[in-house]
Structure formats: C-alpha cells, structure tokens
C-alpha cells in the first residue's frame, strides 16, 4: 500500500438518504502527485464522478456550481480535465475553456 499524503483542497459528497452517490474533489497536488490536468501548485485539479444511474440529472452541474463558488474564495483558478464523457454543458456552466 503506497502512503497518501496530505490532503490540500475541498471536496464534496453527494448522497441519496444515507447513500454516497457522488463525489468531487480539488486538490493541490506538488512533486509525484500531479495528475493529467495538473497546471501549477497554486491550481488545483477538479475531479468529479458520479453513479451512473444518477448522471445527466444536473447533480453534476450543481456540484460543481458549488465547487467553483467555494474554490473562488480560495485559489486563482481551477484546472478541469476530460478524458471522454459528455461534460460539454456542465464545463460552460463551469466556465471552462478548452487548451
């Protein structure tokens, strides 16, 4: 098992009753812990997922609405990377642009 280190970010859990549904996640990364959509230290990388029986219901727009208003506060920017999905509407609500 590798060590994880410390946790630098914001996340949030979506539920259903008591059931976790979704979550999402920004988190600095620096060194080894870069991911795809790393951009600098001070840029943290979204990551979001949800079950599939609850995609496409706007719960993925909502959260990340939430993330962007909670991450305003703290960071210059968001790094947002897609590899395959249908996000094109939740990345313009987001804001985001293609590089």
């Not at 970010?9 to 549904?21: C, I």
């Not at 609405?65 to 506060?73: D, H, K, N």
């Not at 960071?75 to 804001?95: F, H, I, K, M, N």
């Amino acid at each position: 098992m590798s060590k994880v280190g410390a946790f630098r970010g914001l996340g949030l859990l979506a539920k259903d009753g008591e059931t976790p549904v979704g979550a999402l996640c920004c988190a600095s990364g620096s060194g080894d812990e870069n991911g795809y959509g790393y951009v600098s230290p001070q840029i943290p990388e979204l990551s979001i997922a949800l079950l599939p029986g609850y995609r496409k219901l706007g719960l993925g727009t909502r959260m990340l609405s939430t993330a962007i208003s909670m991450a305003c506060l703290r960071y210059p920017g968001l790094s947002l990377s897609v590899e395959c999905s249908p996000l094109g509407a939740c990345t313009s609500v987001g804001g985001f642009v293609s590089s």
